[in-house]
């Protein structure tokens, strides 16, 4: 920051911290995305990703997301809670959504997923059926993220319990997790082939 000092961001309410960010203020989106957020999106990026290696670059990916198209995103702020807390949970959403795109990165084929699972059950024929892009596109639009991150994993060859171990939760929940996701796979199929 170049003229003010933090002092002075610090005594800004969000209205007025939220007019200078609309305004494009440079020392106003420096202090709030580096210093008085900092903290926080390194916490939920560390809780996500299990690391800090890109946390800037993560960071500077977020500021633009707020700030495109003339700060859409931002005038969608009702002041209805604090600042703090809507960029929280703005993140968090954010986040977790990049980490489940950066898991797609992996090569999935659905041959060897039928030819592995199959007798588990049989919503792998529904699997079996979808190309990979299909496959992708399917599995993004499930409804309940811990799913979708579960059943990815799953089918990139993970080992239960490291995903439990990623998750922060049970192999017995990971199983849980997959088998659900499996079958709103399986029913979300089924009804684009009746329309």
Not at 75 to 81: A, D, G, I, V
Not at 91 to 113: E, G, W
Not at 146 to 158: F, I, M, Q, V
Request: glycine letters at 2%.
């Amino acid at each position: 920051m170049r003229e003010r000092n933090k002092a002075f961001f610090d005594s800004l309410s969000d209205k007025e911290l939220v007019e200078l960010l609309l305004a494009n203020d440079q020392d106003a989106i420096e202090y709030l995305f580096f210093y008085r957020c900092n903290g926080m999106f390194a916490h939920i990026i560390n809780s996500i990703f299990h690391s800090q290696g890109q946390k800037e670059e993560l960071i500077t990916e977020f500021y633009l997301l707020i700030s495109q198209n003339n700060w859409e995103k931002l005038r969608s702020f009702e002041f209805k809670s604090k600042l703090d807390t809507w960029l929280t949970v703005i993140a968090v959403r954010f986040f977790k959504k990049k980490h489940i795109s950066q898991t797609k990165l992996v090569a999935i084929d659905p041959q060897l997923i039928v030819e592995t699972k199959k007798n588990e059950t049989d919503d792998y024929d529904v699997i079996n059926e979808m190309s990979r892009l299909e496959l992708y596109k399917a599995i993004d639009q499930l409804s309940k993220p811990r799913e979708r991150y579960a059943l990815l994993a799953d089918l990139t060859g993970k080992r239960a319990e490291d995903i439990a171990e990623e998750m922060g939760c049970t192999v017995a929940a990971v199983y849980n997790l997959t088998k659900k996701a499996r079958l709103e796979l399986k029913s979300k199929m089924q009804e684009k082939k009746l329309v």
